[in-house]
T-cell receptor, first 113, second 116 residues
């Protein structure tokens, strides 16, 4: 079972920031939060991951609450090519265990022109 | 560099036939995963290979499903006596899986299997 809860869909205007929420209230102390996205008819693509601290890379920012029970993926300037299903995944613990990704149904982000 | 590749990209087979799907991971990646994605659904974990360790087969849905991996290279997923419910996109992913830090998985484009 997926350990995360996400809204099924969201809209965002092109050029604006897209903020995608995720609840993971049962996360364990050594589990990471991963975000992947899947553009139609393609395999999933890694975006970002984090443990406790906020993270930023060239694609997005990840904000994790202090209690780690929820997080937000931020795409700072959404483009039409960012239209995809975004998956928030909790995975771990690390150290020899299978790092299998339990995908839920994700959030379909539709970027509008 | 080359990413994860899978073949065939599409496979149509008759119910009851066996099929074999192939995955070529990124060179140097020790970990390899197979997932299944049914239409409109998320990904289901099937099996995981890590180096020479025994594979984690906990996600295989039945004994009709099996997978092999030769060393740290190619993997094949075999489905025997295919059923219509096996119709899905089968995705392969690899990662360097260094076990000391988390590492992302890189996915192939998938094989779309249709059982008629």
């Amino acid at each position: 079972d997926a350990k995360t809860t996400q809204p099924p869909s969201m809209d965002c205007a092109e050029g604006r920031a897209a903020n995608l929420p995720c609840n993971h209230s049962t996360i364990s102390g050594n589990e990471y939060v991963y975000w992947y996205r899947q553009i139609h008819s393609q395999g999933p693509q890694y975006i970002i991951h984090g443990l406790k601290n906020n993270e930023t890379n060239e694609m997005a920012s990840l904000i994790i609450t202090e209690d780690r029970k929820s997080s937000t993926l931020i795409l700072p300037h959404a483009t039409l090519r960012d239209t995809a299903v975004y998956y928030c995944i909790v995975s771990g613990p690390w150290g020899g265990a299978t790092n299998k990704l339990i995908f839920g149904t994700g959030t379909l982000l539709a970027v509008q022109p | 560099g080359a990413g994860v590749s899978q073949s065939p990209s599409n496979k149509v087979t008759e119910k009851g036939k066996d099929v074999e799907l192939r995955c070529d991971p990124i060179s140097g990646h020790t970990a390899l995963y197979w997932y299944r994605q049914r239409l409109g659904q998320g990904l289901e974990f099937l099996i995981y290979f890590q180096g020479n360790s025994a594979p984690d087969k906990s996600g295989l849905p039945s004994d009709r499903f099996s997978a092999e991996r030769t060393g740290e290279s190619v993997s094949t997923l075999t489905i025997q006596r295919t059923q219509q419910e096996d119709s899905a996109v089968y995705l392969c992913a690899s990662s360097s899986d260094r076990l000391t830090i988390s590492d992302e998985q890189y996915f192939g484009p998938g094989t779309r299997l249709t059982v008629t």
